[in-house]
């Protein structure tokens, strides 16, 4: 593994404060300007158990995680036993003595009994984390003061932020006093890091904020993991003109959402495939009765249950599809926070310009990791709703038959419109009708604006290329394997592997000339996929007629590392 | 000066004739000519919602803003539009299907949270537009299109369950008795919070059984007793009963908070219909 | 158009009985060893507006309807409107004048006061339609003996017999006094058929008939047009050990219904799109703990409400893709009502012997139409429940790991046996596990069972071939537009025109390799779907990259003539 | 004889230390184990369903028949199997979540068809497995994970609202009275007929306030008061009252005919468990 890179686990039971403790971090190191992937997995408990988070670090780009650690911080026994094993050759293994009750011998393993030393000073054991962090950063050679800022931006309360403060110095100091040679090798770029900070976000958070953004005035959901952060945070935010509710249930959620689309607000919805399900006949509802919405669908392991902390790409076809009938949709699928960013604001307006439903595919690695990013250029859109009207002369008729298919849009209260809308096929007016030819010209209304949409997804790079662009190898995925396969193409090039990298962001409608000019001269083409049956696969072939030599699938509801996929393009090339 | 002309569309309506829903219909135009004639409101400011079945077809027949939704859902709906736009004055319609079998949650939820909406429900005792099935309210042993037998299960007590909820305004409507029916619904607009109006609506396709006839011999006016609607457990007591005799009128009516008067973001600058764009700059400080 | 074909249409307002009647005559014809097909149209509403049905008479198999027809009786205004330009040049439009108020001058226009003759006789009005029918009966020279014995079978009171017979009468000399010389010159063959009696049967009885046969103890549903015919016929089976029982909604029917899998009965399901859209999550839940269940999906026009009560086929997509994640499904759709007696009991079987749910994906057309069929030779299928055990030795694991995928099922009462199902991922004892290599296994376990299901329905024919099976020229379809199809092929092969016609059975697993085979050497390939979007098309292309030359689609809500289907061919022909 | 052992899987409980769905275990293992030991039923007959919430986990603890099932949806799942084999005894688990939001409507329409199951609600008045939002029964107020200014809706009245949907065992339990709790969950089993029990169960993690203790202040019995279960009307009041103190015990209770009593068929010969081919030509005679 390239040694720019530096990964740091901590582990121990949920209950913890351990993706906390993560966060903390990643965030201090993002203040200096390094890259950070901070990946958490935790079981479906909410006390006991394991947790853990990997911080990967590095002055590159970085969107995943590796398989192994330059540090483990374990603070019980189960977190020594699932993370002994993936310490790098000169990685460390710090843990809590006070807890951990295995005997651990060797010159690289140090035990500090953070939580007695916690109990003896009067902290909260909970800051045990602080001081291993603390502990951490010593043998990393680092500097504390970015963990510092870090801390005092996460606790709200100043006594808290000051125990924090305390424990992080104890950690440091205990480190020193007990293990003064368990040093790491830490790269210089890291180790002397001053660059601007950078932003440092989930995919959650990266939603909120590009829905903030975009004017977003009503969220509704029904809670489910691994969505319901973006509820957590919205609430939060009411003070802005936006309101962020609770339902009694997901088809409570988006038929509030499409009565409040109805009545003029911009709408977001948030759920996870379960959720997804019960909206189907909403969804459809949105499709006949043309009333825009975005829905932002959180994959995870499926199907049914699942694993509803684990991740998966599983729900592709699913939101291609769901909903009986025929009608257009938005369905894109950014692959990093940024694109998140980004990708949310463009479909709160195209949904809002086309009148239609749209969904924003991430899953559940995206919406609960954090990363960085650096800049914001061109990251904001303006705000375009379309064909609204304020004011109506003459008769005003919803469903107004139009070239684009895209009828004029005036909200409930505009003096002298009737505002009728219908879930039944339904004439101009929005009244309903059996007639034949009605239902053919009203079909052929909504399908036409598809014509329209391939036009203007355009527009937003529906399909992005990296790396050698020419050669006669493509890797295609989709959403958050891009970390993963962008990061393994670092390994690729050091071998001297050329290949190009293949991103398809929109699914609906499908950009199928995008997509072949991206695969223009490719010879093999290897799909990577969160998912067992290969649907990017199976979506090429309908779409484009393209057929994937090799396809690379984990579905064990665990991220890609970038060796996964390294060593998989690997075994492709050498055959 | 409007007139129920001016709410009228063209199409005539496709209801059977006889049945219960000419009856709401024409109450609920009275009751907006003259809530509209009294200048408390705009005639854009209704919206009606109307869910699937025979009663769904309404909002065909009417010249206001509506949205015919799908079945089961018109409450959900109507929460929408009032939390995104208080101004508006939201009627729901349901039948007794679309309420009580498969959207009874959403009654539940929204009394519980007291929405400023009127709920209609046209309860025919029967899935009228899907051919005559058993519905929640249909009496034990009757037997219709989906009870061959006879029903083997109890009614539900829509009054009684929607007092159970915490609605604000509890009522029974009968659609033979427009006089009455439109105050109810006028007293229900009136009303800040949510109102539920259960409609007795003869359905002579399906039910021909229970007529307008049998209906008028039962029917009494709760008004007329004494009964003091401030008072639940006295609400609850008329709810219960049903013994040859059927109450109609307001069971129930208390002035409390609504969702709106509760969440304290209305009182700052909620205005979910207006738009405005945030800086992303700004919003990114945090995670930087 | 072929001249051994006859079509009669009675219309008139809903209330009037008017589908009864189409029904009486399908039934007469069928009687004496004739083909019919009585498919009906009528609006979402229960009195009033306009109802028709259109009998089509053959002696050859027939499963569609005609543009034109030979008689067409009108029992009001709207009725003469709707259908008096549907008329054949010499054919007889017969209409009660005591309700048309029209002025109808010509010499093939028959007016006749049945209502006000029915209230002399003091008949009940609505004996109107079978007064009519005396008289079409008259008019095309038939015997009326036919038509008596089907008025015994559909009125269950004597006293409505009785009257109807005597209506019957009264309408055949009324026209015979009034209009002695107006006649069809009814085919030959049909005129004096007396073969065996063939069965006459809608695709919703077709349903139920072969759940029956299959030994079906549980059906639940939620009504929903066009699928509650089989609940209120189903209700009336109950003695014979089944209970047919209407829930809640949709979500509290299938969940009932796969609570009555666990507990050991065989159970089907029948809804239509919307109440499919909300069975989203539960088909999941099935997929996930492998319960087996039916669910019969009775396409309508959509998307939302859509039209009700009229036909398409914009399910199929959504019916091969409900539900968040990745499992296996069947998905069958039956042609015509002896393939939907057939594949409803083959899914019963096969669902129950994979542990999967499946899906019988029918239309309104097919749903609510009559047609006929000769024979039940091969149609009976024994029943097959698969890998139950009624004793357990040992310890029982629900979802014991199995070459084939499917584990040994045993039914909670059983003694010592735990049967433990569940929504989460899961251990073989059915306890949730988040262990990635469990989860890896259990997905290969339920994906695995796609090989042997692929494999299975090779045993039922999953592909159709019919006419010149070696022609360059091939028509596509599924459902019930093989009715249209196979009737257009007549005037196609009268035209010499040689094609072969390929009817796609099974959707899921799909039988790739019987397609290619079914396609090889064809040169042009015409898709006719009752949809805009062509959906069979993209499935085509998804599975075995065939293209399709040209599109023939219709989605008015309406079903295919097979002169549509003629027509559109003979273009693409030409060209 | 038998003992909880025997009905204890392998795997150790994941709820946090002091979660009140220890005490809920508890009583049912005990509860069952004294059945069996009674001779009244047999361990094969039970069979559990649980929804998806912490509650949920419950039937991986218990060496026993059940279904996991998905979130809200117990009820149906209850009846399916109910249904299909009558001998068995189920006994379903919900969440508030789960059985009051999400899954609310199979509430009043298991209760309205008094399907003889028993509802075990576990009550700990937040969603806990998703981490602390607001369920229906949170009080006021109260701020959540997902009500930072404060819950702005009142609770439901899961008591009334079963009373009002016609259930014939209503009683509410504490998780910290496990020999209470024991006997009404005996009691439910017992009871022909729709039972439901929604049992007080503090949730340390997301509800810090209403403690074990908290509510072992306020509890007070309603066997101890002369509470007479088979009025209806004294369970309405009893079930409105919430001054402070809490009644656990059995609000109501009363025997009426089960849905399986009122469909002729299952007097007959139906079996649903029972698959046998019946003969198509016989079948399709009466289509010839
Ligand atoms: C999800 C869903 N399920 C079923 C239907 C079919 N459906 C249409 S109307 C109706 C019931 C009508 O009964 P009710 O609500 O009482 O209205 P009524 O016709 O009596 O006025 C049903 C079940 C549907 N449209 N959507
Ligand atoms: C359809 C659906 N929506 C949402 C979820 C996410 N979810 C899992 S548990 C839960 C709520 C848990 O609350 P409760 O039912 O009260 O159970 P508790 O965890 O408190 O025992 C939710 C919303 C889901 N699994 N399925
Ligand atoms: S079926 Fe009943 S409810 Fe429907 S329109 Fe006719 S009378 Fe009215
Ligand atoms: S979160 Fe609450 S309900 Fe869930 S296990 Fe912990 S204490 Fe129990
Ligand atoms: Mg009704
Ligand atoms: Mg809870």
Same mark, same amino acid.
């Given at each position: 593994?390239?040694?720019?890179l530096?990964?740091?686990?901590i582990g121990?039971?949920?209950?913890f404060?351990?993706?906390r ?5 990643g ?6 300007g ?5 990946i958490?997995e935790?079981?479906s408990r909410?006390?006991?158990?394991h947790n ?7 002055k590159d780009?970085?969107?995943?995680k590796?398989?192994?650690s ?8 189960l977190a020594?036993?699932?993370?002994i094993g993936?310490?790098e050759?000169d ?8 807890i ?13 009994p953070?939580t007695?030393?916690a ?9 045990r ?8 950063l010593?043998?990393?050679g ?7 800022v870090a801390?005092?931006?996460?606790f709200?309360?100043?006594?808290v ?8 110095e104890?950690?440091l100091e ?11 090798n ?13 932003y440092?976000i989930s995919?959650n958070e990266a939603?909120?904020v590009?829905?903030m953004a ?5 969220y509704?959901?029904y809670p489910?993991?691994p969505?319901?952060?973006?509820l957590?945070?919205l609430?939060t935010?009411q003070e802005?003109?936006l309101?962020a ?5 997901e088809?409570a959620?988006?038929l509030?959402?499409?009565g ?8 977001l ?8 399900s019960?909206?189907?006949?909403s969804?459809?509802?949105?499709g006949m009765?043309?009333?825009p919405i975005?829905i932002?669908?959180?994959q995870?392991?499926g ?7 684990h991740t ?6 699913f ?6 009938g025929e009608?257009?949709?938005f369905i894109v699928?950014?692959g990093d926070?940024?694109e998140t ?10 949904t ?12 559940r ?5 954090y990363f ?9 859109v303006d705000?375009?709703?379309g ?5 109506v002369k003459?008769k005003y ?8 298919g ?11 419109a009737?505002v009728?809308?219908n879930?039944?096929?339904?004439d101009?007016e929005?009244?309903?009708s ?12 909504r ?7 391939r036009?203007?997804i355009?527009k ?10 020419e ?10 394997v ?8 670092r390994?690729?090039e050091?071998?001297g592997?050329?290949c190009?990298?293949?991103q398809i962001?929109?699914f609906?409608p499908?950009?199928?000339?995008e ?6 001269g490719?010879e093999?083409i290897?799909?990577?996929e969160?998912?067992?049956?290969s ?12 057929s994937v ?5 984990k579905y064990?509801?665990?991220?890609f ?5 390294y060593?998989?393009v690997?075994k492709?090339?050498r055959k | 000066?409007?007139?129920e002309k001016d ?11 006889g ?17 509209v ?5 705009k005639?854009e400011q209704?919206?009606l919602?109307?869910?699937?079945g025979?009663?769904?077809k ?5 010249e206001?803003?509506?949205v015919?939704?799908?079945?089961g ?6 929460t929408?539009i009032k ?8 009627i729901g319609?349901?039948?007794d299907?679309?309420?009580y ?10 009394a519980?949270?007291?929405?400023p909406?009127v709920?209609?429900?046209?309860n ?13 309210t249909?009496?034990?042993g ?6 061959p037998?006879?029903n ?14 915490g609605?604000t305004?509890?009522a029974r409507?009968f659609?033979? *008795?427009?006089?009455? +029916?439109?105050?109810? /619904?006028e007293?229900? &607009?009136?009303?800040r %919070?949510?109102a539920? @109006?259960d409609v007795i609506?003869?359905?002579k396709?399906?039910d ?8 008028r ?6 008004e007329?007793t004494g009964h *003091?609607?401030?008072? +639940?457990l006295?609400? /609850?007591?008329?709810a &219960?009963?049903?013994? %040859?005799?059927?109450? @109609?009128?307001?069971f129930?009516?208390v002035?409390k908070?609504t ?5 304290p973001q209305y009182k700052?600058?909620l205005?979910p ?10 919003l990114?400080e945090?995670?930087?």
């Open positions: 593994m390239s040694k720019n530096l990964q740091i686990t121990g039971p949920a209950g404060g351990i993706l403790s993560g966060w903390l971090l965030k201090a190191f993002s203040l200096i390094l890259n950070v992937a901070a958490s935790y079981p909410i006390e006991g158990g853990y988070v990997d911080v990967c670090i590095s780009p970085v969107g995943s590796q398989p192994k330059d540090v483990v911080v374990a603070l019980d026994d020594v036993d699932r993370h993936r310490l050759d990685g460390i293994l710090i843990y809590d003595s006070s951990v009750k295995k005997e651990l011998k060797g010159d690289r393993f140090a035990g500090l953070f007695r030393v109990r003896e000073r009067g902290f909260d054991e909970i800051t984390n602080t001081m291993a962090l603390g502990a951490t010593y043998s990393l680092m500097d504390v003061q970015p963990l510092k801390i005092s931006k996460a709200g309360k100043k006594e932020v000051e125990m924090n403060l305390k424990a992080l104890v950690g205990l480190m020193r006093e007990v293990y003064p040679g368990l040093k790491i830490t790269p210089i770029e890291i180790l002397k890091a001053n660059g601007d900070p950078k440092f995919g939603v909120a590009g829905a975009a004017g977003l005035t009503v509704v959901a489910i993991t969505i319901s952060p973006l957590h945070y609430v935010k802005h003109g309101l509710y609770q339902l009694e249930s088809i959620a988006i509030t959402g499409l409040a689309s109805y009545a003029g607000a911009r709408v919805v948030g759920t996870s495939g379960p959720g997804f019960l909206m189907a006949e969804l459809g509802f949105a009765a043309e009333i975005v932002v669908l959180a995870r392991y199907p049914s249950t699942g694993l509803p902390t998966g790409q599983g729900d592709l076809r939101a291609m599809h769901a909903s009986q009608f257009p949709r699928a950014p926070v940024r960013i980004y990708y949310t604001q463009v479909l709160l307006n195209l809002e310009k086309f009148q239609v439903p749209g969904i924003i595919l991430i899953d690695c995206l919406a609960e990791s960085t990013f650096d800049d914001i250029d061109g990251l904001e705000i375009d709703r064909k609204i009207v304020e004011e003459g008729k919803r469903y107004e038959i139009t070239d684009d895209v009828s004029p849009l005036a909200f409930p209260g505009t003096p002298n009737v009728r809308i879930s039944h096929e339904h101009e929005g009244i309903s059996e007639d034949p030819k009605v239902a053919v010209s009203m079909s052929d209304k399908l036409r604006k598809l014509k329209f949409m036009e203007e355009k937003y790079t529906p399909v992005k290329v990296y790396g050698d662009k050669s006669k190898n493509a890797i295609i995925f989709w959403g958050s891009k970390g993963p396969v962008l990061d393994a193409y390994l690729l050091r071998d592997i050329s190009r990298l293949v962001l929109f609906s499908f950009p199928d000339s997509v072949l000019d991206s695969l223009k490719a093999m290897i799909s990577v969160n998912n067992a049956t649907q990017l696969v199976s979506v090429l072939r309908e779409f484009v007629g393209v030599s090799y396809r690379v699938n064990d509801g665990r991220p590392t970038p060796i996964d996929v060593e998989a690997m492709v090339m | 000066m409007i007139s709410i009228t569309t063209r199409i005539v309506p496709s209801w059977c004739v049945c219960g829903n000419f009856g709401i219909l024409s109450s609920l135009k009275r009751a907006i000519v003259n809530l004639n009294q200048g408390l409101y005639l209704f919206v919602i109307s869910g699937i025979c009663h769904g309404l909002t065909n027949y009417l206001l803003n509506s015919h939704t799908i079945h859902r018109v409450l959900p709906v109507a929408g939390l995104a736009n208080p101004d508006l004055i939201v319609h349901a039948g299907g679309d309420a079998a498969i959207g009874i949650a959403h009654l539940i939820h929204t519980k949270r007291n929405i909406v709920y209609i429900v046209h025919n005792y029967r899935f009228g537009l899907t051919a005559g099935q058993v519905t929640p249909t009496e034990l009757e037997k219709t299109r989906s009870t037998y006879g083997p299960e109890e009614p539900i007590n829509p009054i009684l369950l929607a007092l159970s909820s609605a305004f509890v409507g659609a033979g *008795d427009v006089q009455h +029916l439109t105050w109810l /619904i007293e229900a &607009i009136k009303h %919070g949510f539920l @109006i609506q003869p359905c396709t399906w021909p059984i229970h007529t307008f006839e049998y209906w011999e039962r029917v009494y006016k709760l007329n *003091d609607p401030k008072d +639940l006295s609400a /609850i007591r008329k &219960i009963e049903w013994n %040859g005799k059927v109450p @109609i009128g307001i129930y009516r002035e908070p969702l709106i008067d509760r969440i700052i600058e205005k219909v207006r738009v405005v764009k945030r800086s992303l700059a700004k990114l945090e995670f930087r």
